[in-house]
């Protein structure tokens, strides 16, 4: 359960170094997240029984990339960092991901 080939499929592609990723139990204030990201201390929290990982993993790692690169993305372009924003991008590379493998 490591998805270890995404994620350094995603640090490549995006040139950032990986962030932690750990697997937790339904966060209990949100029913419908499958997945989110902690910010400053980079880990991206995936929940066990989400449906696809691959993917709830590529979205948080969006936001990661956002707060990385945040500053001048985000200035030049707001739009970005919005959840559709990252979620189209993280559809979009999994695509990637899976056609290469
Ligand atoms: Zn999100």
Known sequence: ?????????????HKVPP????????????????????????????WKGAEDKE????HEFHHY???????LLQRLEKRLSTEDGVHQRAVRDLKEFRAAS
């Open 55 to 58: 993917l709830v993993l590529a």
């Open 19 to 46: 962030p932690y990723v750990k697997y937790v139990d339904r966060p209990h204030w949100d029913d419908e997240v499958e997945g989110y990201y902690v910010p400053k201390v980079h880990i991206l929290c995936i």
């Open 65 to 71: 990339v956002d707060e990385v690169k945040g500053d």
């Open 1 to 13: 359960m490591t998805n270890q080939n995404l994620l350094t499929f995603l640090c490549k592609k």
